[in-house]
């Protein structure tokens, strides 16, 4: 599974798009491009649910990996479009507490301030 990155209007926010979901076969891969991403300077990330069917326990432990890597800097990650199965597993863990979400991208990058 690859996590397509979309760039925004600003260089310090990009968009993962998660695909078909976020677990222990791609945990690592997830790290690794978001850990690529702010070396090059981003710090909020805007993670796109809307295809994913699955986020189990090391997904969640990923993205609170990143969390704990851009929030020294002021970075934020917040999620957006997030499907009806990732959904659940959101409001069983309350991860909602951590991470804003949005009902689209686009709502999300006018949160995050981004320019159009």
């Known amino acids: 599974m690859n996590f397509a990155i979309e760039s925004t209007n600003d260089p310090g926010t990009v968009v993962v798009h998660i695909g ?12 690794k491009v978001c850990q ?13 649910f809307a295809e994913a069917r699955l986020l189990d326990s090391v997904g969640l432990g990923a993205i609170f990996s990143l969390y704990r890597n851009v929030t020294p800097a002021h970075g934020q990650v917040v999620f957006a479009a997030v499907s009806a199965p990732v959904q659940v597993m959101v409001q069983v ?3 909602y507490r951590v991470f804003p979400q949005y009902q689209t991208v686009a709502l999300a990058c006018e949160a995050l301030r981004v320019p159009k």
């Not at 979901?21 to 997830?30: K, M, S, T, W």
């Open 20 to 31: 078909e979901g976020l677990d222990f076969r791609n945990a690592d891969e997830f790290k």
């Open 36 to 48: 690529e991403q702010v070396q090059a300077g981003v710090r909020n990330f805007i993670l796109d």
């Open 93 to 95: 863990t309350k991860i």
